[in-house]
């Protein structure tokens, strides 16, 4: 059976938007080059997901992850 979804539900995902950035847009946003990105990938410090082979960035997340560390 498939789930039928809400008005509601398909307005929210319309409205939701959620800027992503590539390792040279997220390395110039930190001010760090891009081979600290890929460092901080490597031990799982930036928040970060694959899409195909290439990483993204929610900017919100880093945002979060740069306020936790104090920067």
């Given at each position: 059976?498939?789930?039928?979804?809400?008005t509601?539900?398909?307005?929210?995902?319309h409205t939701?938007t959620?800027?992503m950035l590539?390792v040279?847009?997220?390395?110039d946003?930190?001010?760090?080059?891009?081979?600290?990105i890929?460092?901080?990938l490597?031990?799982n410090e930036l928040?970060?997901?694959?899409?195909?082979?290439?990483?993204r960035f929610?900017?919100?997340?880093?945002?979060r992850w740069?306020a936790?560390?104090?920067n």
């Amino acid at each position: 059976m498939v789930a039928k979804r809400t008005t509601a539900a398909l307005s929210l995902r319309h409205t939701t938007t959620t800027r992503m950035l590539r390792v040279s847009e997220v390395a110039d946003y930190l001010h760090i080059s891009r081979s600290t990105i890929f460092r901080l990938l490597k031990r799982n410090e930036l928040p970060a997901f694959m899409v195909g082979s290439d990483w993204r960035f929610d900017v919100e997340e880093i945002d979060r992850w740069r306020a936790k560390r104090g920067n």
